[in-house]
Nanobody, 123 residues
């Protein structure tokens, strides 16, 4: 059973930074494509960033240049470094995983999800 546990969320002022982590309990983490999504109150869950098993990355236009996704296969962990945070980045952030696939940009591309971590950016 795949388990994903996010951490690193919190309250930060606009312009600040946070780094989210997602630890995966899987057999061979390097085989998994990983993604970050977010959901603000009253809105649908939206794509933020993704990284393939080979290290290719993709970002939503709204976070490009501010967020960076990375992975450490030795630690079974994917990260989301978030800089220059804005109040509109406030949301619950979810980690997602899918084995044996390339970059996945849509919710439907992932079978496994974490419980989420709250990020709140104050103005």
């Amino acid at each position: 059973q795949v388990q994903l546990v996010e951490s690193g969320g919190g309250l930060v002022q606009a312009g600040g930074s946070l780094r989210l982590s997602c630890a995966a309990s899987v057999r061979t983490f390097s085989n998994y494509a990983m993604g970050w999504f977010r959901q603000a109150p009253g809105k649908e869950r939206e794509f933020v960033a993704a990284i393939s098993s080979g290290g290719s990355t993709n970002y939503a236009d709204s976070v490009k240049g501010r967020f960076t996704i990375s992975r450490d296969n030795a630690k079974n962990t994917v990260y989301l470094q978030m800089n220059s945070l804005k109040p509109e980045d406030t949301a619950v952030y979810y980690c997602a995983a899918q084995p044996y696939t390339g970059l996945q940009l849509g919710r439907g591309g992932y079978d496994y999800w974490g419980q989420g971590t709250q990020v709140t950016v104050s103005s």
